[in-house]
């Protein structure tokens, strides 16, 4: 096996541990698709993608390399993400109860339409500093000048594709209708650990 193929395989799996590892990105698509629906789970997986792509794209023009090269940008970004998690967390904590729907149409009903889910798996993505610094050591793999474009590409249409699989997998587990009665019971405490879970997340951005 040469070196080219070693440095593909060594960077879609580590990429690949990532992203089933949980963090905020797997709190909000769970929680989304508990609390909403299976729909609106799947939109917010998309979402989630949709910035995989993007950092990776970024990555791949060296954006993230110039990004990083100021440092007052990262700390900025820490604060602004950090606090991005928090809001985020205290609006589930602190949000009235409802049923869980497990049904297509329950996005519509509970307010959270499909651009609005997709807004919010990618905003949350996008916002996380430690994706950034995560895309910019994962690149370090691929830089070599002797590794084609075209296999450069083709790993950003991985990332997305995985990190699709994933979430959307992930989604459609629990947005399964045959939850909802159980849902129904345990989604007022099950709701407000997952907001805690990402005030966590956000405390942690902040400080570091």
Known sequence: MDTVSLQVISFLSIFTLAIVSPGPNFVLVS??????????????????????????????????VVVNSYPGIAR?????????????????????????????SGAADKGLGDLKAWRLG??????????WA?????FTLVAQPGIPMGIKIGLNLAMFAISLAWYS????????????????RIEPV????LGLVLVVFGLRLVRT
């Open 76 to 104: 900025l970004w820490h604060w602004l993400g950090g606090g991005y998690l928090i809001w985020l967390g205290l609006t589930m904590v602190f949000r009235r109860s409802v049923p869980a729907a497990g049904t297509d």
């Open 190 to 193: 099950l709701g407000r650990v």
């Open 31 to 64: 929680r989304t698709a508990l609390v909403h629906s299976r729909r609106s789970g799947l939109f917010t997986a998309f979402g989630v993608a949709t910035g995989s792509g993007l950092f990776a794209l970024a990555g791949l023009t060296g954006a993230l």
């Open 122 to 131: 990618l905003f949350t993505n996008l916002t996380n500093p430690k994706a």
């Open 169 to 184: 997998l992930v989604a459609a587990l629990l947005g399964d209708a045959r939850l909802s009665p159980l849902m129904r």
């Open 134 to 138: 995560f895309y910019l050591s994962l």
